[in-house]
């Protein structure tokens, strides 16, 4: 179960870097008050995720990444810095989720960066073919793949602090 959290939020990773690392935040912020769901106190990066600091401004800087994307100076995700921020990101909620499991976290790490790859390339193609045979803009696609990383990270944090 912990891998393939990790995994869903790496494929979100894969579409938005910051989002998911933002829902896990906010799941970890709220699953410790007022009425805490964690047994256990988070270690190593789910404890710094599941600060208030974190919890209040990486929503913030995730709601940049929803704007910049849609510049259309935006450098393509698989532009080597940002698949590699994005390639991290998967690894950092990946390591987070099986820290706050008190489990290993090198194969969730694994799996949460391998998917944030993959799903770099895959939703890139998915967005362009999406909006070429739909005739829409790419501005209105993205807004549709921005649900579905909310949606995906959200669910997913949500499922790793239960």
Known sequence: MTTALAAALGWAAGM???TPVAAL?????????????????PRG???VLGTDAAATWLPVAAAGELVVDK???TP???????LVGRIAS??????????????SVVLPALAGAVSAAASAFAMQTLRAEAGERLGVP???????????AIGLSVAAARAAVA
């Open 16 to 18: 938005r870097s910051a």
């Open 90 to 103: 998967g690894a950092l909620v990946g390591a987070a989720v099986a820290a706050t499991r008190r489990e």
């Open 45 to 47: 990066p789910a404890r």
């Open 138 to 148: 790419d501005p209105a696609v993205a807004v549709v793949e921005d649900a579905l």
């Open 76 to 82: 393509a995700r698989t532009a080597p810095p940002a």
């Open 71 to 73: 510049l259309p100076m």
């Open 25 to 41: 935040a906010r799941a970890l912020a709220d699953a410790r008050s007022p009425f805490p769901r964690l047994a256990r106190t």
